[in-house]
């Protein structure tokens, strides 16, 4: 397939990893101004992942539970009340971070997140257990990625349902990372060696929009929607914004 084939059969964008500088302390944006650049290039909808307490978050970690996850979505509410106001779906989501590794939490609402405290002490096999029980879906985020919070690879097949193979801020030249195309390579042969679904996201941080995502044949209009695509076998792409991919990360355009 051309990428005009694909963009035809595929027509509805999603960015499935981002962040905000309300919740993520290396966001450069605000979600206001991360909706609008998201509904400029011609997305349909996002879901805000900023960091958890256990990764870089903007958010004082010494507030009370409840007040802290109150501040933690401020950059979701905002995204989503732009998104509302000029037609970009909005969905709540988090990257949560243990000591290097980071997961990717979706379908857990803010409300499900403030009701339940005990996911700040949770371990990985933990955590996918709680968010199992609330009905949501946990991904390993740019699982062969090394930087100086991440010392080395850590996997974890048996806690998460799947691993983001395609993460633009590898591939994409609009990062000036295209160095670590390595980390995507290794992770679509960890994900097929495991039988994990693959997704992708931008992993964007400002409003240089890098164009990474899922494209699908119909709207995502619920976390729930995003979740049976992946976990069901649904039928998407997998874009780094410059090239397409089928979901176990095989090449069909650039």
């Known amino acids: 397939m051309s990428i005009e084939e694909i963009l035809k059969a595929y027509p509805y964008k999603y960015e499935t990893h981002m962040h905000t500088s309300q919740g993520s302390k290396c ?3 605000t979600g206001r101004d991360m909706a609008r650049c998201y509904k400029e290039n011609g997305y349909t ?9 256990g ?3 903007a958010v004082d970690r010494s507030l009370p539970w409840e007040e802290w996850v109150d501040n933690f979505f401020a950059g979701y509410r905002e995204a989503k009340a732009e998104g509302d106001a000029i037609g970009l779906k909005v969905f709540p989501a988090w990257e949560a971070g243990y000591h290097g590794p980071e997961f990717l939490i979706y379908g857990v609402t803010p409300e ?7 996911f700040l002490e949770a371990t990985v096999e933990e955590q996918y257990k709680l968010v199992h029980s609330l009905g949501g879906m946990v991904i390993q985020a740019h699982p062969f990625r090394t930087a100086d919070y991440i010392a080395g690879v850590e996997l974890f097949p048996d806690w998460c349902d799947g691993a983001e193979i395609i993460n633009a801020s ?12 390595h980390c995507d390579t290794e992770a679509i042969a960890y994900a097929k060696e495991k039988h994990l679904p693959g997704t992708a996201g931008s992993d964007q941080h400002s409003t240089a929009a890098f164009g990474g995502g899922m494209l699908f044949k119909k709207p995502i209009e619920t976390p729930l929607d995003y979740m049976d695509m992946v976990m069901n076998g649904g039928d998407y792409i997998l874009t780094n914004g410059r090239q397409y991919f089928d979901k176990e990360g095989n090449l ?3």
């Open 27 to 29: 966001g450069k944006a």
């Open 45 to 53: 909808g996002v879901f805000i992942t900023d960091h958890n307490w």
């Open 55 to 57: 990764g870089n978050t």
């Open 112 to 118: 499900e997140m403030k009701a339940h405290p005990e």
């Open 170 to 181: 590898h591939s994409n030249a609009l990062d000036g990372n295209t160095d670590r195309v």
């Open 252 to 254: 069909l355009a650039e």
